[in-house]
């Protein structure tokens, strides 16, 4: 396999040479912070096991094929590397998939979580950073949610991430040498400003992602999965962020970290609510496609709505989002749509 260049742009700015371990950089969100790391002067190594990461898509530094589930090379390749810090993205990531293949989610989310931090001990790693989810809160009783809200996922995937957090919490406590973030992903969306990178799954089952590629003509219909939810019209409110926001939001988190400043958990999203009607109008209007619609059941795992309380994440990484924006993050997701079904045709 010929790696990726290194087509970073390396202005030597925040990163100063420091050395960070990425599983799961080839993915959607991971080869966006791969890219942001690579702008900021770090240097990156991506362990990947590419089951649904793209090679083309890490811009930046070394990309080693492997598997979290693999200790041994997992540990060969993390003791060569020597990293300041790891970020963990490396998981499965479809609640609807959970509910159904509920071991697939435990053993990747959760068991091979494990087999990380054990290697990342064993390398004497001091600074982790977890992508965690919304989904840990279950159905809050308040949106926006905070930090401190109750865990109760209502599915495997966010029930994974939580036993996650929980391992990290139980380590860092007894490991004074040992810090970490974890950020809380609401809905991620969107894609590389510049068109280089963006969501590529083999079955995407995202909502912006499905409405796209059904304005393009690759799905029949976009089904909305409930239309009886107890909000104004019906459907589910997420709080959509724009992957280049939710990058920036790792570097600050690394930051935050290699200043010394305590473990956290931080909340990545806007503060703001969306529907699912509302979301599938602006696709409409963005796209000039009247695409078919269709109402479906609800979703087996879907809670009604999720808006982040984001007020910690500003204060404490001094987070700044740049695209907070419903519109501009539909625009970017449908001008990489187009860019992907090029891609793909040659
Ligand atoms: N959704 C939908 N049709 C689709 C995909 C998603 O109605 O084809 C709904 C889904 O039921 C949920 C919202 O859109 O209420 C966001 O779902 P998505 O899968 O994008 O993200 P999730 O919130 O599950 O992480």
């Given amino acids: 396999m010929t790696l990726p260049q290194d087509r970073s742009i390396l202005s030597g ?4 040479g420091k050395r960070i371990f990425v ?29 649904t990461g793209n090679d083309w898509a890490v811009l930046h530094g ?27 993205f490396a998981a499965f990531i479809e609640v609807a998939e959970s509910v159904r293949n509920p071991l697939k989610y435990f053993r990747n989310n959760t068991a091979n979580a494990l087999n990380l931090l054990e290697v990342c001990r064993k390398c004497a790693v001091g ?9 840990v809160y279950g159905i809050p009783e308040r949106n926006p949610v905070q930090e401190d809200a109750p865990l109760s996922p209502i599915n495997p995937y966010g ?41 590529a799954y083999r079955n995407p089952t ?23 939810y107890d909000t104004p019209d019906g459907t589910c409110i997420r709080d959509y962020i724009h992957v280049e926001d939710l990058a920036s939001a790792h570097l600050a988190a690394l ?21 699912v009607k509302e979301v599938v109008e602006t696709v409409a209007e963005v796209t000039g496609v009247d695409f078919p619609v269709a109402t479906s059941p609800r ?41 992907y079904l090029e891609k793909m045709k040659s």
């Fill in 13 to 16: 700015a925040g990163g100063s």
């Fill in 23 to 51: 599983t799961g950089g080839a993915g959607y969100i991971g080869s966006h912070v791969v890219r942001q790391l690579g702008e900021q002067g770090y240097q990156v190594l991506t362990y990947d096991n590419l089951s």
């Fill in 62 to 88: 070394e990309l080693v094929v492997g598997d979290l589930a693999d200790s041994e090379k997992l540990w060969r390749t993390m003791a060569r590397f020597r990293p300041d810090a790891v970020i963990h």
């Fill in 127 to 135: 600074a982790l950073i977890f992508s965690s989810t919304a989904a």
């Fill in 159 to 199: 029930a994974a991430k939580a036993m996650t957090e929980r391992f990290l919490a139980d380590l860092a406590f007894v490991e004074p040498d040992f810090r970490y973030v974890s950020l809380r992903y609401f809905n991620v969306a969107s894609a590389d400003p510049q068109g280089r990178i963006g969501q």
């Fill in 206 to 228: 995202h909502l912006i992602t499905r409405a796209l590629k059904t304005a393009l003509g690759q799905f029949p219909r976009l089904e909305i999965f409930g239309t009886d």
């Fill in 255 to 275: 930051e935050h970290l290699f200043h010394g400043r305590s473990s956290g958990i931080f909340n990545c999203g806007y503060g703001k609510g969306y529907s």
């Fill in 299 to 339: 979703r087996e795992g879907d809670p009604p709505m999720l808006i982040a309380g984001n007020e910690k994440i500003l204060r404490e990484l001094s987070w700044r989002p740049r695209y907070d924006e419903l519109r501009s993050i539909i625009e970017g997701a449908w001008n990489w749509e187009k860019i």
